[in-house]
Nanobody, 125 residues
């Protein structure tokens, strides 16, 4: 079991970049599929991006493909989300999530074994 703590959120203008980080505690971080989700006001939480245990594969929400990049460093127990060309519709609370196993349950059902507390990202127009 890992505990997840996000950081890096903030207020930016449209077109700007922001990098979110998620620090995980625990020695078994490398076995987890990691993902980022987001929840905008009045909307359901949605999947954003996922990365498998050894960073050999990634998967993205269509609307962020080409703008966002998920990465991980198993030596440092961290996963990051580089967000470029931000749009006002990217405004949301962003959550880091961890899952033992593959990412399909995260993408299809929106479930995960562990969640962070979230970090706010606000993009002004």
């Amino acid at each position: 079991q890992v505990q997840l703590v996000e950081s890096g959120g903030g207020l930016v203008q449209a077109g700007d970049s922001l990098r979110l980080s998620c620090a995980a505690s625990g020695r078994t971080f490398s076995i987890y599929t990691m993902a980022w989700f987001r929840q905008a006001p009045g909307k359901e939480r949605e999947f954003v991006a996922a990365i498998n245990w050894d960073a050999s594969s990634t998967y993205y929400l269509d609307s962020v493909q080409g703008r966002f990049t998920i990465s991980r460093d198993n030596a440092k127990n961290t996963v990051s989300l580089q967000m470029n060309s931000l749009k006002p519709e990217d405004t949301a609370v962003y959550y880091c999530a961890a899952n033992v196993g593959d990412w399909w349950s995260m993408i299809v059902a929106g479930t995960a074994d562990q969640w962070g507390q979230g970090t706010q990202v606000t993009v002004s127009s």
